[in-house]
């Protein structure tokens, strides 16, 4: 069959890699892919949500299925698009249609879930500009920090953490009535604080069944030991060594059923990813968000550790035969380490020459911000490579991961070395 992803990070090139690996591919393609891509499979100069150019394409290569990286086209209705054409409605999108992905596109949407369905997650409100001053009495009844979360998509960037209440109430109003974060934070979650660890489950359904992937625990700060700006991720671990079965039992009877049983009663029907953002708060989980897509980079450690036919299991979501589906994950460990532009997750620039990627053994590298220019693989995005390894414990997969980055060059290279320290 002819499989297309939509995409062009270092999750797709992880979703390239291990489907180019299933014996039912003939053809894999990736929209726009990027130079890792380009290695197993065609790239092609697509945006993904450019949905009249994603149909010729489609129609052009003969496509059987569709594998939806990133979460903007199925926020934007991708699957939906599909479903109301007639030339493309039985192509099966592994990804939830406009209503499911609302989860992640709307945080207000996902914590009425959450509250409709008994899922444990934090005290909540949500606040528009017109009730401005009822969000400031709303903030003077929690304990710091206080947690802003704009409704919206916003890349990745529209979260805030405060410690001062003034400072809330002015960041508040900023995202209410300044629009600091554009449209996304017309509507503002103001929720209290969980303490706890933090962790991801991943999960894939055919909207009946499911399978619960690896966890995993990703690094988010720029800088060592969690400090500095929040990136889109420097780094991750899978497993994530307190989720132990006890833990993953809870995450299972009080999260996993609960989300996948709701979404069947609210009649959404539900194919594709569910990342659940986790926080380990005493032993209990409690759900802090959730994602309609894998996480970058944690697909990095998780689809590695997968040893079933992936386009097998995707065949089970597309005709909800997942449950007969054989699953299997290697016990071994997996770390990935991120390799970023200097200046990121600020100001940075593009196309420095990238070398000795490709004479990495020890390790899987996988392209995030990278394109071919001139015969060579350059710099193109602030995260620009993952360097995945295995081992028996953290510390010998993390061993691997950094001796692989000695060999890995280009100018203003930028990593955090410190990737599972709270962990080891």
Known sequence: MNILILGSGGREHAFAKKISESNKITNLYVAPGNAGTATVAKNLPINPTDFLKVKETV??????????????????????????????????????????????????????????????????????????????????????????????????????????????????????????????????VIEEFLDGIELSVFVLTDGKSYKILPSAKDYKRIGEGDTGLNTGGMGAISPVPFADEAFLQKVEERVVKPTVIGLQKDGIDYRGFVFIGLMNVDGNPQVIEYNVRMGDPETEVVLPRIQSDLVDLFEGVANQTLESKS????????????????????????????????????????????????GKVVSNGGRVMAVTSFGDSIEEALEKSYASIDEISFEKMNYRKDIGFDLL
């Open 59 to 188: 129609l052009q290569h003969e496509i059987s299925m569709v594998v939806v990286g990133p979460e903007a086209p199925l926020v934007e209705g991708v699957h939906d698009f599909f479903l109301a054409d007639n030339e493309l409605k039985k192509i099966p999108v592994i990804g939830p249609k406009k209503d499911g992905a609302l989860l992640e596109g709307s945080k207000d949407f996902s914590k009425q879930f959450m509250e409709k369905h008994n899922i444990p997650t934090a005290r909540y409100q949500s606040f528009t500009k017109d009730t401005l001053k009822e969000g400031f009495a709303f903030l003077e009844t929690l304990n710091p920090p206080f947690v802003l979360k704009a409704d919206g998509l916003a890349a990745g960037k529209g979260v805030l953490i405060l410690n001062e209440l003034e400072e809330a109430k002015t960041e508040l109003e900023e995202m209410l009535s300044n629009q600091k974060f554009g449209e996304a934070s017309s509507t503002v």
């Open 327 to 374: 699953y299997e994950v290697t016990n071994q460990i997996a770390t990935t380490v991120m390799l970023v532009s200097g200046g990121y997750p600020e100001a940075y620039e593009k196309g420095k020459e990238i070398t000795g990627f490709d004479s990495v053994n020890d390790s899987i590298v996988f392209h995030a911000g990278t394109t071919e220019k001139d």
